[in-house]
């Protein structure tokens, strides 16, 4: 199968075109190597594609509809999915323009990609954010989600109801996917993990947040990719609900899942983790909550093993120390 990933030189985009590629599928890969971080991580994750005869790499920004429609009628896909974005939280209250030209106007572009193609799936990247001030938990698909703290958070709503009225106007099978604080190897560095290690190895106090009073429904990135590549294959039906609560839409094939391990853990007890993996203590710099943050996040994800048999659940444990691993030989860290 031919799929087209946008977003494949970011963290996630990434790991799940080199799962589809050791699937046997044909991935055409597309980014814009945006400078919101060091492009050479950027093409780092690249060259590790490359090494595979089944990636294409196409160096494009998604708001440039004629270049992404003369790649998409170029290769044809069969499914789309689109995981590039302006990412990041506190980075939305810095420069909120290049959250609506990357999610907005990039998502649209994609839309307009998937309607010209006919796709038989196309799958798009949302957020746990979206909950936003929701505290009823764990955060369930079908609960509302009208009150986003954040940019960041307000485009991804926005692109889900974008998607929403695409698949009901042209029937585009679509299935959104709400990622819950994805950690892994080859991630960000803007990212809590990265930092945390970073400072840790230079000796260097790490900024955590709210005092370390936080939960988060850590999800290590294999889970989130095999989560995925096994919706791929699951391709909404209008008026074909899976189970009484299921977030297919009445008026469309359309469908939004939860991607998370269901099991918050505490702030201070992932740096304990991380700790252990390094064998070395952390310096804090304890600081108040920062504007748009909230203090937990909890995913229902009894939807996402409805639809594929499957529910993350590697443990911190593990997670943690792959990402330490991964960040020493990276780095040259002895």
Not at 22 to 38: C, K, L, P, Q
Not at 39 to 48: D, M, N
């Amino acid at each position: 199968m031919r799929v087209l990933v946008t977003g494949t030189a970011g963290f996630i985009g990434f790991h799940v075109a080199k799962r589809l590629i050791a699937d046997g599928h044909e991935v055409v890969g597309v980014d814009g190597m945006t400078t919101y971080y060091d492009v050479k991580l950027k093409q780092a994750r690249h060259a590790v594609l490359k090494r595979h005869n089944g990636f294409s790499e196409h160096i494009l920004m998604l708001e440039d509809m004629p270049a992404l429609a003369r790649l998409a009628e170029e290769r044809a896909p069969e499914v789309i999915i689109h995981l590039a974005a302006q990412a990041g939280v506190r980075y939305s209250l810095e420069n909120p323009r290049a959250y609506v030209e990357s999610n907005l106007t990039g998502t649209f572009n994609v839309m307009e990609a998937a309607r010209m193609l006919a796709v038989k799936h196309l799958l798009v990247a949302s957020t746990s954010s979206v909950y936003g001030a929701n505290e009823i938990m764990p955060f369930v698909e079908t609960e509302r989600a009208d009150h986003p703290l954040t940019l960041y958070a307000a485009t991804k709503k926005a692109t889900e109801q974008m998607t929403h009225s695409y698949s009901h106007l042209w029937g585009i099978p679509t299935t959104v996917f709400r990622f819950f604080s994805v950690y892994g190897p080859w991630g960000r560095p803007d990212m809590a993990l990265f930092k945390f290690v970073q400072g840790m190895l230079n000796d260097a106090p790490i900024d955590v947040y709210n005092n370390g009073v936080m939960e988060r429904d850590f999800t290590y990135v294999d889970d989130l990719v095999e989560g995925v590549t096994r919706l791929v294959n699951v391709v909404p039906e209008q008026g074909k609900p899976v189970k009484r609560d299921d977030s297919l839409s009445p008026v469309a094939p359309w469908r939004v899942v939860n991607i998370g391990r269901g099991e918050p853990i505490n702030l201070m007890d992932f740096i304990a983790e991380i700790e252990k993996s390094l064998g070395r203590k952390a310096r804090f710099n304890f600081m108040p909550m920062q504007p748009g943050d909230v203090s937990r996040t909890f995913a229902d994800a009894t939807l996402l093993e409805a639809l594929t048999g499957y529910r993350p659940s590697t443990p911190v444990t593990t997670g943690v120390g792959a990402f330490c691993d991964w960040y020493k030989a990276y780095h040259g860290v002895v």
